[in-house]
């Protein structure tokens, strides 16, 4: 039967670095100890005036096509995950085909989505895949939110970089899915907490959505901005999380003991270790990949499934329990066969940590 | 968690010398009390007592008498 597989991620990360230690200095109350103790951040990469979506998801692709055995040429479909597009219209995806030259009859597409992004996007794939629209599925993922944070606003810029990545899943011939099965679940009444209230067709930008004001917590941002309620967006993980995870292991008929590691979104190390604890997963099956990165959105499953797998964590066979979970709401599961990335193979240490140069 | 465990917890998400907090203590005059010191009561009343609490209960609270009382008695249970 047709599946789709995960034959090779690649990230990339922009040049520009965004330390903890720069930001105590912006904002004196907060130490850098205080700091990474709560988001467990070290760096965050900030992309540049003039880098986009679609310059830093070239980026990703191309560092993939150099490592994978795969050229521009075999992709027959490209779907992009993003939230910060380059543009309205036309379709980012459309940019990016032509950018890395790939054939012009390949379909593409750009999906607005954020932390649970990578699910939809494996789900998508799967399913194209399977069905026989597709065989070569270029999964990307890329934003900019840093582009949406006031500079005075500390409760978001100690938490999101930039960043993308690029997935390409192959069609095998097995008789099980590799990737799935998969959960949704979307929220809509939760919107509110997180969201950027004006630049769409909602609320258009003016000189008063641009005014900023402080917020009890001494956190400024105008309308233009990104707003963020921590604790509302706890709360909604704290329900959903397990919820999805029960789910899947139900639709797959396997236990919990049965997942040889779990990737959550990496929303910051305070929530995921909540999760962990309150879930009794151990330590040694639960990936945390985010020091050097910070939450990139919908690119923090890919990094820290390529950590996983350069980290040795990830025998062939493996069974893998991923999750996101965020803007929307969205959220999604979904359980990952790991067939191994060609190139990797067992060896232990990183020797990749995706960096800066494309 | 008994009251005094609460307070020793709370002393400890607000960065303070376990002991200081008492229960009167009013939320706005507490230097600490902030974004990050809110998910870590959230989190504590989640991981303790099981209850999933929502900003907009915690709000309402003035002291840290009123985050105690919210944690034991007015949580959504699981």
């Known amino acids: ?41 070290q760096n965050r990469h900030i992309a540049a005036p003039d880098e986009c979506a679609s310059d830093m998801a070239v980026k990703a692709a191309r560092k993939l096509f150099d490592s994978s055995a795969h050229q521009p040429g075999d992709i027959d479909y490209l779907l992009l995950c993003t939230q910060s597009p380059d543009y309205f219209l036309p379709t980012t995806a459309c940019l990016i085909q032509d950018r890395l030259g790939i054939p012009t009859s390949c379909g593409a597409l750009d999906f607005n989505l954020g932390c649970s992004g990578y699910i939809y996007g494996l789900g998508l794939a799967q399913a194209l895949i399977s069905s026989g629209q597709a065989s070569h599925v270029l999964l990307l993922t890329a934003e900019t939110y840093s582009k949406f944070l006031n500079p005075r606003d500390r409760s978001v810029r100690t938490i999101f970089g930039d960043g993308a990545s690029a997935t390409l899943l192959t069609c095998v011939d097995a008789p099980a899915p590799r990737v799935g099965p998969f959960v949704y679940g979307t929220d809509g009444s939760g919107a509110r907490n997180l969201i950027v209230p004006a630049g769409g067709m909602r609320e258009r930008r003016t000189a008063e959505s641009a005014i900023a004001v402080e917020d009890d917590s001494g956190n400024v941002r105008s309308r233009n901005d990104l707003f963020m309620n921590g604790a509302e967006i706890f709360s909604f993980t704290m329900a959903v999380v397990p919820q999805a995870i029960d789910a899947v292991l139900k639709k797959a008929r396997v236990q919990p003991a049965d997942v040889d590691l779990f990737i959550f979104h990496q929303a910051n190390k305070y929530m995921l270790e909540h999760l962990r604890t309150r879930l009794k997963i151990p330590a040694e099956k639960f990936q945390v990949t985010l020091g050097h990165c910070g939450n990139t959105v919908s690119s923090t499953i890919p990094i820290a499934l390529k950590h996983a797998a350069l980290e040795a964590r990830l025998r062939d066979g493996a069974l893998v329990m991923v999750v996101g979970f965020g803007v929307g709401y969205s959220w999604g599961a979904a359980l990952i066969s790991w067939s191994g990335l060609p190139g990797l193979g067992g060896r232990a240490g990183v020797s990749d940590v995706g960096g800066a140069a494309a | 968690m008994t009251r005094d465990e609460f307070l020793i917890e709370m002393d400890a998400i607000l960065d303070l010398p376990a002991g200081t907090l008492k229960g009167p203590e009013k939320l706005a005059e507490l230097e600490q009390w902030n974004s990050m010191a809110l998910l870590g009561f959230l989190a504590l009343v989640d991981t303790n007592n099981g209850l999933r609490l929502s900003q907009r209960q915690v709000v309402l609270c003035s002291t840290v008498a009123d985050l105690l009382s919210l944690a034991t008695v007015e949580g959504v249970p699981e």
């Open chain 1, 1 to 41: 039967m047709r599946q789709a597989a995960i034959s090779a991620i690649e990230y990339y990360l922009p040049e520009r670095v965004l330390s903890t230690a720069d930001l105590a200095a912006e904002f004196p109350e907060w130490s850098v100890e205080k700091i990474d103790a709560k988001t467990g951040i």
